[in-house]
């Protein structure tokens, strides 16, 4: 369970500026497993709404399903409920610290968007981190894939234009947040053999929606980004103030233009693929 963001009322709104970005990565990572890909049972560790899990249906066996928030498992499984039915995807209300799946019993794990959501930092060594990675270490086949999606620290300061609003909320959510290194280092601990690391420059979180200059005024636009829940009240009046006095002036879409520069060579996210030995 997120420490910070209520997931119940954001489920009812996630879809509306969130897509499932970085499927090519995913399928090529799946790839170089064992099995072909039709054959391949993945886990979707944090599945959310199901967006990830909805896009890679049809290019494997099954998929296990795993949530903590009965909101957002609620929603992936109205979306799939006929291939529910056909016994194509399976949903678990579980902490994926320890998860209801047998050893050796996945080709593939992908985790998209969650790490920062475990209640864990670098001061007590990131101990959450470390217990995930083994449990997908635990239940991925030999040969199986890991990949993770995660935003970098710097990545957060550079890849967001609304993000130079509300700098509090940046730290907040950094100090959350393991570093790219960090995470090759655990797997390697954990037993993972080898990672590489891919930024794809064009993905965007919030697809067309990240683009919408105004809507940082929507409470609905800000459920699509978990930082938001990191501003504290008296700051987002003053952002709202800021924003509104922006739009007024005719000067909002070119300060977001200004702010979105970095973010075409940083990029928004980091995909880690790793392997486990045969
Ligand atoms: C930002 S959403 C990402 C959802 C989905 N993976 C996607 O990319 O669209 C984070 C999700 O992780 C789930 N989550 C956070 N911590 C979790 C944990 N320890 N175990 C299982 N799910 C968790 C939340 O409930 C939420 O649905």
Not at 39 to 50: F, I, K, N, P, R
Not at 89 to 114: E, G, R, W, Y
Not at 206 to 222: K, S, T, V
């Amino acid at each position: 369970m997120s420490t910070y963001e209520n997931y119940h009322r954001t489920s009812q709104v996630y879809d509306k500026t969130r897509t499932a970005g970085g499927i090519d990565i995913i399928l090529k990572a799946m790839e170089e497993g064992i099995l072909p890909l039709s054959e391949q049972v993945l886990l979707d560790a944090g599945c959310g709404t199901g967006l990830y899990s909805a896009a890679l249906l049809n290019e494997v066996r099954r998929i296990e399903a795993v949530d903590l928030n009965a909101g957002m498992l609620g929603m992936a499984q109205d979306k799939l409920q006929a291939e529910e039915k056909q016994g194509r995807i399976s949903f678990h209300q579980t902490a994926i610290n320890s998860l209801p799946l047998p050893d050796k019993s996945v080709d593939a794990v992908m985790i998209n968007q969650v790490l920062h959501h475990l209640p864990d930092d670098a001061d007590s060594g990131w101990p959450e981190h470390k217990k995930v990675f083994n449990e997908f270490f635990r239940i991925l086949k030999p040969g199986g894939r890991l990949i993770i999606n995660s935003c970098s620290p710097e990545q957060l300061e550079l890849g967001f234009w609304f993000y130079h609003l509300i700098p509090d909320a940046i730290k907040a959510v950094q100090e959350k947040t393991i570093a790219l290194e960090e995470i090759a280092e655990q797997l390697h601990e954990v037993g993972f053999f080898s990672h590489r690391q891919e930024v794809p420059l064009d993905l965007i979180l919030q697809d067309e929606a990240y683009f919408q200059h105004d809507g940082i005024l929507d409470p609905d636009w800000r459920s699509g980004d978990s930082i938001w829940s990191l501003v504290e009240d008296k700051n987002l009046t003053d952002v709202l103030y800021k924003t509104q006095h922006l739009q007024k002036s005719g000067n909002l879409k070119d300060y977001m233009l200004k702010h979105d520069q970095l973010r075409k060579t940083s990029g928004q996210v980091t995909f880690t693929v790793a392997g486990k030995q045969f």
